[in-house]
């Protein structure tokens, strides 16, 4: 009889536990669907009001960038739309954690609406303007080895010997002769002798021949990425359009120089070098091929690095207590390790930070729709398939939130980075689709800067004016050095 009293006692248990659970199951799916049923479909984002005839004002200007800052405040709204002449509707991304998992979809890709238009310059479609396929994909993957760590090691004399050069023809006559420079040009003008020698096998470029293909490049690239609506009826007529075709033969011209001198070396480097890379590569089969692939190259890889250290130059040379105490600590280092100075890398954070040279940022076209909701904002958003995306990296850098005091030139906030600050920075992109040649930039913006801030100090003469036209630089400054 205990027995039975036993079994009965745990069954009636079991019967209870079973209606709690079932009870429980049943309005947690009964909440769930109510909820659903609540929620409202997600909406476009907002669109900024803003006319045609003043956007190709601005755009003419070069104001946009700061323009989608503007914009973003009076729709209230991190992400937004906006209209744009021949492109159309574009979506604004003022959200690191959205932009940065459409950047990952390995559906989004680069808008040929846009980077076609590189097409121009290099007569055929570059890796750097390609949309993703299987000849892409090929090309980059070959040209890739070009970068891997041995090869850096061997960029990073190259590019240590160009800078010993810069100082001896022109930064230490300056320095004798009271007289100033543009740190701009000269900055690019040392990436420019370093890309052609280091991954072209192409030494000794001229000082003129820098000067002219950096004209050249600044005609074409005015001419041919300014969004201009109606500019192929009328541009045959117009002086612009006119040097612009006659500098476009200026760039390739010097590309297939550079393709034969490689040729015809007997004495062609064993190393990976990026020109051997597109050589033996059976994905770039022509000659036309392969000099828009160099043209692509030169014109992603040289003029970004030069502008990034001139924008240092000039901030440390406004901050002359952020240039001492870095000088404070490459002096207590030996000199092979001054490049890994931790306060030069958030010196470089910091610059990048606050002049970033691909102030734009990237820009992409969804493969999907994208889901999004603002943390201030119960309202869902919907980025819709075939979306073109832009993400105004200047906007995005100065977030009170994320960055305190955001116009203050502030290399110690990198000293303890949150994951915000980390997760926000894409100045070589992320994804399938970054800067195939990041580590050679990253290397030679160390390697440089902390040769120089290790010996010179530098003023301003001049501050110069920050324009943005595809690059975020300064135009017009004069630096004067003096020896530490």
Same mark, same amino acid.
Not at 135 to 143: A, M, P
Not at 402 to 410: A, G, K, L, Q, S
């Given at each position: 009889m205990q027995f039975l009293t036993d079994e009965t006692n745990l069954s009636w248990w079991q019967i209870l536990l079973t209606v709690t659970i079932s009870t429980f199951l049943y309005k947690l799916i009964y909440r769930s669907q109510n909820q659903k049923h609540d929620e409202s479909p997600p909406a476009l984002p907002p669109i900024a009001s803003m006319s045609v005839f003043q956007v190709i004002k601005q755009l003419g200007k070069g104001e946009m960038l700061w323009i989608f800052s503007k914009l973003c405040e009076e729709v209230k709204s991190d992400v937004y739309r906006f209209r744009l002449p021949t492109l159309g509707t574009i979506y604004i991304i003022g959200s690191p954690k959205l932009y940065r998992e459409i950047?990952?979809?390995?559906?989004?890709?680069?808008?040929?609406? !846009?980077?076609?238009?590189?097409?121009?310059? @290099? @007569?055929?479609?570059?890796?750097?303007?390609?949309? /993703?396929?299987s000849?892409?994909?090929?090309?980059?993957?070959? *040209?890739a080895h070009a970068f891997s760590y041995s090869e850096i090691a061997r960029m990073n004399v190259i590019c240590s010997n160009h800078v010993e050069k810069w100082i001896?023809?022109?930064?230490? $006559?300056?320095?004798?002769?009271? =007289?100033?420079?543009?740190?701009?040009?000269?900055?690019?003008?040392?990436?420019?002798?370093?890309?052609?020698? =280091? &991954? !072209? #096998?192409?030494?000794n470029v001229t000082k003129e021949e820098y000067r002219k293909y950096s004209r050249c490049l600044e005609a074409s690239l005015k001419e041919y990425m300014r969004i201009r609506p109606f500019r192929k009826l009328y541009g045959p007529f117009v002086k612009e359009y006119q040097n612009a075709m006659e500098s476009?033969?200026?760039?390739?011209? %010097?590309?297939?120089? *550079?393709?034969? &001198? +490689?040729? %015809?070396?007997?004495?062609?480097?064993?190393?990976? /070098?990026?020109i051997r890379m597109i050589f033996e590569n059976k994905a770039i089969a022509s000659e036309e091929d392969r000099i828009a692939q160099i043209t692509g190259l030169i014109i992603a890889g040289h003029d970004t690095t030069g502008f990034s250290l001139g924008n240092a130059l000039i901030q440390l040379a406004k901050h002359p207590d952020v240039s001492e105490k870095l000088y404070t600590e490459l002096s207590s280092m030996e000199k092979s390790e001054r490049s890994k100075s931790q306060y030069l890398k958030c010196v470089l954070n910091e610059s990048?930070?606050?002049?970033?040279? =691909?102030?734009?940022? @990237?820009?992409?076209?969804?493969?999907?729709?994208? *889901?999004?909701?603002?943390?201030?904002s119960s309202t869902k958003m919907i980025i819709p398939k075939g979306s073109i995306c832009y993400f105004p990296q200047l906007?995005?850098?100065?977030?009170?939130?994320? +960055?305190?005091?955001?116009?203050?030139?502030?290399p110690e906030r990198?000293?303890?980075?949150? $994951?915000?600050?980390?997760d926000a920075r894409f100045g070589f992109s992320v994804g399938h689709r970054n800067c195939v040649g990041q580590s050679l930039a990253v290397s030679e913006m160390h390697s440089v800067l902390s040769r120089l801030s290790s010996e010179?100090? !530098? #003023?301003?003469? =001049? #501050?110069?004016? %920050? #324009?943005? !036209? %595809?690059?975020?630089?300064?135009?017009? &400054?004069?630096?004067? &050095?003096?020896? *530490?």
């Open positions: 950047l990952i979809d390995k559906g989004s890709d680069k808008p040929r609406k !846009f980077y076609g238009r590189f097409d121009l310059i @290099g @007569g055929k479609t570059s890796m750097f303007g390609s949309s /993703t396929n000849k892409w994909k090929t090309v980059r993957k070959g *040209i001896h023809n022109t930064l230490e $006559p300056c320095i004798r002769k009271g =007289a100033s420079f543009d740190p701009s040009t000269e900055m690019c003008r040392i990436t420019f002798g370093v890309l052609l020698e =280091a &991954a !072209f #096998e192409y030494p476009v033969k200026v760039i390739r011209a %010097l590309s297939k120089k *550079i393709l034969h &001198a +490689y040729e %015809l070396n007997p004495q062609k480097s064993q190393n990976k /070098t990026v990048n930070r606050l002049t970033p040279v =691909a102030g734009l940022g @990237g820009i992409r076209q969804t493969n999907r729709d994208f *889901i999004y909701k603002s943390q201030d906007h995005v850098n100065r977030n009170k939130t994320m +960055y305190p005091d955001p116009e203050r030139f502030y990198w000293e303890n980075v949150s $994951p915000e600050m980390k010179y100090k !530098f #003023e301003i003469e =001049a #501050e110069g004016q %920050l #324009e943005n !036209f %595809l690059t975020l630089k300064y135009l017009g &400054a004069r630096l004067k &050095a003096s020896t *530490i």
